[in-house]
């Protein structure tokens, strides 16, 4: 894959040094969408906003995709969109923590108190300040994706309580605060590329990870790992993100457009997730032979709290930390 990369970005390059992004025979403009390995809903409404905005534009605007992980996981995929190689991406909001700090809020354990906070603090005008923060690195977020929630999964016995994780190795995604989060807890976190997970968790390089139900169906984390235990610690969004150059050449009519279409389309996320995490679940109870349980979440939330009171009085992060708070208590 590496050595393939460098080739097709070449021929990226070359037509965005002329035109800043591609048009087909009939003039249109081609929007290229570029994303890594992703759970079936999420790639459903990536698919649902290519729909909705030729149909919004009369198809004066098209959508090109380049799914999993064709040019690169999603770190690079980021990259590329930053330098205009592509137009769009979908990672998850924690690969963004090293672009900008203020998606790190989003990886605060227990931020937020259930689905329902969620969607009101996402739906909100609090988010637009975050999806901003990277206009200077040459892109900005459009909307955000459900991702559900993130829980501990092991390969030798259940997380009851946060004393189980004493020693555990842990993979967590490459993000300062799930790093944190999981040394306040008693583990060792371990920083890995999705892709090594299975094997490692099959090796015994790792007890366990922390992911939503697919990795334990999509990822096949399931054949190797069998105790899913409900701990609920974070709900990391999937966020959409464009290159702000591509997105203020198209006129303004055709920019309405897209956000639009991304607004929308996360609103058909919303109704195809859920749906589909059942699914998942009773896939990896009954074809894996993964056993789920629930766990008291009260010491969990105990034991990083200082990662809350450490955002509650940082510098740049204490008035977003109390108005998401204040979101839950008010909804």
């Known amino acids: 894959m590496k050595k393939i990369i460098p080739i097709i970005l070449i021929?990226?390059?070359?037509?965005?040094?002329?035109?800043?992004?591609?048009?087909?025979?009939?003039?249109?403009?081609?929007?290229?969408?570029?994303?890594?390995?992703?759970?079936?809903p999420v790639k459903d409404a990536m698919a649902e906003f290519g729909k909705l905005l030729t149909e919004k534009t009369n198809g004066e605007v098209t959508v090109e995709y380049f799914p999993d992980s064709q040019l690169g996981g999603e770190r690079e995929l980021i990259e590329l969109t930053q330098t205009g190689a592509v137009d769009i991406t979908k990672v998850s909001g924690s690969a963004l923590e090293s672009f900008s700090e203020k998606y790190s809020i989003f990886g605060l354990p227990y931020l937020f108190e259930d689905e329902t906070h969620f969607y009101k603090v996402m739906d909100s005008e609090i988010v637009k300040p975050?999806?901003?923060?990277?206009?200077?690195?040459?892109?900005?977020g459009l909307t955000y994706y459900d991702s559900g929630q993130r829980s501990f999964y092991m390969t030798e016995k259940p997380i009851e309580k946060p004393s189980d994780l004493n020693g555990k190795k842990i993979r967590v995604m490459q993000s300062q605060t799930a790093i944190k989060m999981v040394q306040l807890l008693g583990g060792s976190p371990t920083p890995m590329d999705s892709g090594e997970v299975y094997t490692s968790l099959q090796q015994g390089i790792l007890d366990g990870a922390e992911n939503?139900?697919?990795?334990i169906t999509e990822a096949g984390h399931g054949e190797v790992a069998k105790y899913?235990?409900?701990?609920?610690?974070?709900?990391?969004?999937?966020?959409?993100?464009?290159?702000?150059?591509?997105?203020?050449?198209?006129?303004?009519?055709?920019?309405q457009a897209v956000y639009e279409a991304?607004?929308?389309?996360?609103?058909?996320?919303?109704?195809?997730?859920?749906?589909?995490?059942?699914?998942?679940?009773?896939?990896?109870?009954?074809?894996?032979?993964?056993?789920f349980n629930e766990v008291d979440k009260k010491p969990f939330q105990e034991a990083v709290q200082p990662l809350h009171d450490e955002f509650a009085n940082k510098e740049g992060f204490k008035q977003l930390y109390e108005d998401i708070i204040k979101m839950k208590e008010n909804k």
């Open 212 to 215: 939503n139900e697919f990795a």
């Open 262 to 291: 991304a607004k929308e389309s996360t609103a058909f996320e919303k109704v195809v997730w859920k749906e589909a995490v059942d699914q998942a679940k009773e896939r990896a109870e009954n074809e894996f032979g993964v056993v």
């Open 130 to 140: 975050i999806y901003d923060s990277t206009e200077a690195l040459g892109f900005v």
């Open 228 to 255: 899913y235990s409900y701990d609920e610690h974070t709900r990391v969004p999937d966020i959409m993100v464009m290159n702000k150059e591509t997105l203020d050449k198209l006129t303004e009519s055709q920019r």
């Open 11 to 40: 021929g990226l390059l070359s037509v965005i040094l002329f035109t800043g992004y591609s048009k087909n025979e009939n003039d249109s403009i081609v929007l290229r969408f570029a994303y890594a390995s992703n759970s079936q």
